[in-house]
């Protein structure tokens, strides 16, 4: 067994950090003294999130490592993970709250709310409900920053969303899609090739054919991914999600890691003089948590954890990058110890729990993809799952069963004494861990991370939302022409302008404009993507100058 330490991080400790924020300092973001001796631009930022890891299955995960994790030695505080509308939020405003500032509601992607009833959230206003806001990789590619998003679900899940996109459904991938390719992120790595296929859209587009035009080397495997050399990566690893770490021997052996895409991501990214945005998740926590799986929990865990070893190996060497990695939200209530260990907690020895866990080769997912459609191999598949020495009786149960997956993760929480509370999100504040200079600590919100990610890149979020998104009726109707939105093809609506003979048309979900004035047509490119909320159009106010 390793060394298992309370490490202390540079210039502040975890327990001062959090008896500082309980001085009444909680809710805010703070700047360490040495963050004077910050070099001179440019500045990066590595912003990481291992979508729905509760403190518990961290915990798990080191036991099951044997020793210390990268993120330890940089855990720093705790992030407050509410909604706009609920203690326990969802990833869409969770992720829109981490990339925006902003809370937000149920499903919702980079757009302001309509309902606020969580203590201390501001109210909006009618005009402003679903206004799409900055992120600060927008900000950040506004100010000449390269920029990357990295997942191992689908690219267009409601987390990368957003960062990259804005919606007011996270199940609208098509429209999410079609963002991010317009967005120019010069490094895009995940699943989610299907949503950029034209059998996998409702506008029947070939979103492939657009990226290969727009000068990504488009790969789809890890090897391709390793010895590409553009300056643009486009990796479309998986029709949809990618395999979990502990199952990508057995199944997906062309899929890289999430450690080596962050590499090649940073790689890539860092050879722009003017700095970095990289953002990067470790997605499938969540579904494993969600069912109650700690094989899926505990691989994917310390999946992210190597990537955020590579992180911390480049920012340390950098000087001048910010990291933080962070949960977005918890999810299962997954606790070592369960009624079965009521009364033996004292005496129960860590390997009780450790052990019946190492027997297993395969997450959940995993182990059930082999099983035959008659369950004749019952036994076979539930010992890949870790369970062992099964009887008769619990075979033929198993073959029985309704619901094989809840029986098989149930069975493997039995025999390693760990507790679930549901097989939906929870609503504790989770880990902040942080590193470089500038960072956060102490006790935060989760809108307090993007501001100060934002400020340490010299960009303002409230300025670029200003500037990227205008509403497009309004602006346009008080240059005195008149306005439309054409929604000949439902899955291409388009902002229409006309005035005397000149005609403006700017498509939703794309960064461009086409002009015809006299009948000459000439199309221009916008700075940010055009974002259309189901009412309104919001164009950046480059396109308002077309308005002349």
């Not at 899609?177 to 070939?206: C, F, H, M, W």
């Not at 260990?341 to 004292?346: A, I, L, M």
């Amino acid at each position: 067994m390793g060394r298992m330490s309370t490490k202390k991080v540079t210039g502040l400790s975890l327990a001062a950090a959090l008896a500082f924020s309980s001085l009444g300092f909680a809710g805010s973001v703070k700047t360490e003294v040495e963050a004077k001796d910050k070099k001179k631009e440019p500045t990066n930022v590595i912003m990481m999130v291992m979508d729905g890891t509760s403190a518990g299955a961290t915990s798990l995960a080191r036991w099951y490592k044997g020793e210390d994790l990268a993120m330890d030695e940089i855990a720093i505080g705790g992030v407050r993970t509410y909604s706009a509308e609920s203690a326990i939020t969802d990833s869409a405003p969770a992720a829109t709250a981490l990339a925006t500032g902003n809370k937000s509601n149920d499903k919702v992607v980079g757009l302001l709310p309509k309902v606020v009833s969580s203590p201390g959230v501001e109210q909006i206003k009618e005009e402003d409900q679903l206004r799409p806001v900055a992120n600060v990789l927008e900000a950040a590619k506004l100010k000449g920053k390269s920029t990357g998003i990295i997942s191992t679900s689908e690219i267009q899940h409601a987390t990368p969303a957003g960062f990259s996109s804005h919606a007011p459904h996270r199940s609208n991938y098509n429209d999410i899609a079609e963002q991010q390719v317009y967005q120019g992120i010069d490094v895009v790595l995940g699943g989610g090739k299907e949503s950029l296929t034209p059998a996998g859209r409702k506008d029947g587009e070939n979103l492939l054919k657009v990226i290969d035009s727009k000068g990504y080397d488009v790969v789809e495997t890890r090897k391709d991914l390793m010895k590409s050399n553009s300056k643009k990566l486009w990796g479309a690893f998986a029709p949809s999600a990618m395999a979990y770490d502990i199952d990508r021997e057995k199944t997906r052996k062309n899929e890289p890691t999430l450690a080596e895409m962050t590499k090649k991501g940073i790689d890539t990214l860092s050879k722009n003089k003017e700095g970095f945005f990289l953002f990067v998740e470790g997605s499938k926590v969540d579904w494993a948590a969600h069912a109650n799986d700690p094989i899926g929990m505990i691989g994917d865990v310390l999946a992210f954890d190597d990537a955020v070893n590579e992180a911390l190996e480049f920012a340390k060497k950098d000087g001048n990058t910010m990291v933080i990695a962070v949960s977005d939200h918890g999810n299962s209530g997954i606790t070592m110890g369960n009624v079965n260990t009521n009364e033996s907690y004292p005496s129960t020895p860590v390997s009780a729990y450790i052990d019946p866990l190492k027997k297993a080769s395969m997450t959940l997912e995993g182990a059930t993809g082999k099983l035959k459609a008659d369950r004749s191999n019952m036994k076979q598949v539930a010992a890949l799952y870790g369970l062992d020495n099964l009887t008769k009786e619990e075979i033929e149960a198993l073959k029985a069963s309704k619901n094989l997956n809840g029986d098989l993760s149930k069975m493997l929480a039995s025999r390693a004494n760990l507790g679930f509370t549901t097989g939906g999100h929870t609503g504790e504040d989770v880990f902040l861990y942080a590193y470089g200079p500038s960072r956060p600590y102490g006790m935060v919100e989760n809108t307090d991370l993007p501001k100060k990610m934002a400020d340490f890149m010299g960009v303002n979020l409230e300025k670029t939302t200003d500037k990227l998104f205008v509403n497009a009726r309004e602006s346009f109707e008080k240059k005195g022409y008149k306005t439309r939105i054409d929604v000949t093809d439902e899955n291409n609506p388009v902002f229409v302008a006309e005035k005397n003979k000149k005609k403006i048309e700017v498509p939703a979900n794309k960064n461009i404009i086409t002009v015809t004035d006299k009948k000459k047509s000439k199309t221009k490119t916008l700075d940010g993507v055009t974002v259309y909320n189901g009412k309104d159009f919001y164009v950046s106010e480059k396109a308002l100058k077309e308005a002349k």
